[in-house]
């Protein structure tokens, strides 16, 4: 009975992960054309759900490890027990929050590995981890993707811009926006069929190792709808803060630019998935975004936004892997000791929620006049006040995502 | 233990693919913004997209197990 409640838990706890994924890597593929008025953000957000709920569909065999080897797991290894898992997971979801509040793109795989990576060492020993296969599959190519990203970025946005030059007549540079859109999507898709595939991995090996299933054998369809659900609904959420970050917190994205990152992004993922050197899509994004805005003359970055992104890169396997070990430690009290890992990462989360809607003070005196509005207007004005300000937003976008040559600067002089 | 070998075709590939992709967009773009009303410019802007999908499609081809063999 006590090896089906940590199984219970190990899948309630797979399937929040995987909600957390999906929120914290929309960004990856939707925040260029968010910030650039390709797509509306419901829209985007619409869009990329749909993809991964799609791509969950179409990627369904799940890896025999949950580590990928860096943990010493099966024949003349250690057994990764469903508390390890369990007390993994609760590291990884926390540290995705951590980072979700904080409005930083952080590799979610890294994440589960660190969380396991802290279990394993509590509950099997130094010894279970294979420190070499943490180098050469996590920290070189933390290190190494951003810069093939941006540099493939960097080029793509220079060819870009030199093809489309054109500095008396109307050039034509809005028209990126609509190719945003396929590389965009290329980037949702690609992302739906590699990272349900990992929750769908770990609930298949934790009921193998719970004796549910036999070994080596395929995800049930239930595990393949339940976590395509929850990847899409986690999608559809949208990690606005995330989003954010990425789509203006780093640089000013043009459509050019977004066109150029984005592409450079998928087409990056797909090298190195097919290729045979693993990225992580999450750091490729944010190097094709940095490289994008290196590329336009007078697009200035935020280095210290930059830099705080890559410290948390780093910090993701050593935290994650923190509170899994922390977890492990209480988890191996026996039962009771779950119970207690449950309610205190159920606590965690809730208090990540409840900072999560806390305002910060500048933005207090918009939400009183906000809620003053309120108190005098009818439901359908409030709505369509909401719209207005959204559709000028929307407007606002296009109009700054536009690269004005001289031509349109002379003809909006003689309109005004 | 880093498998340069690898990565240095992934980091070929990719600045190579993008720089590609990238490229026949923007001169599909580049060759429609000429209103002279030529047929061959705009028959070869289109041709520029044409291509410029056909390499997204690719990249639909990878990602789909089912179409390719392992």
Known sequence: MDLTLVVVLVIVLAIFFDFTNGFHDTANAMATPIATGALRPRVAVGVAAVLNLVGAFLSTTVASTISGGIIREGPGGVDITPTMIFAGLIGAVIWNLVTWLRGLPSSSSHALFGGLIGAAIVGAGFDSVDFGVVLSKVVFPALLAPVVASVAAFVATRLAYRITRRPVEKNHRSGFRVGQIFTSSLVALAHGTNDAQKTMGVITLALIAGGFLRTGSAPPFWVILVCACAIAAGTYTGGWRIIQTLGGGLTDIKATQGFSAEAATAVTVLASSHLGFALSTTQVASGSIIGAGLGRRGGAIQWGTAGKIVIAWFITLPASAAVGALCELVARLGLGGLVIDAAAGLAVIIGIFIASRRRPAAQSNALEVDVAMNSVMTRKEQRDAHKKRSEELFAARRRLSDESSLFDYGQREEAS | ?70
């Not at chain 2, 070998?5 to 429609?32: E, H, K, W």
């Open chain 2, 1 to 70: 233990m880093i498998d340069w070998g690898a990565f240095l075709v992934v980091a070929a590939v990719s600045i190579g693919s993008a720089a590609a992709l990238v490229a026949l967009f923007a001169a599909g773009l580049r060759l429609l913004a000429v209103d002279s009303g030529n047929v061959g410019i705009r028959l070869t802007a289109y041709v520029c997209f044409v291509l410029a999908a056909l390499g997204t499609l690719y990249g639909v081809y990878l990602i789909i197990p089912a179409l390719h063999p392992a």
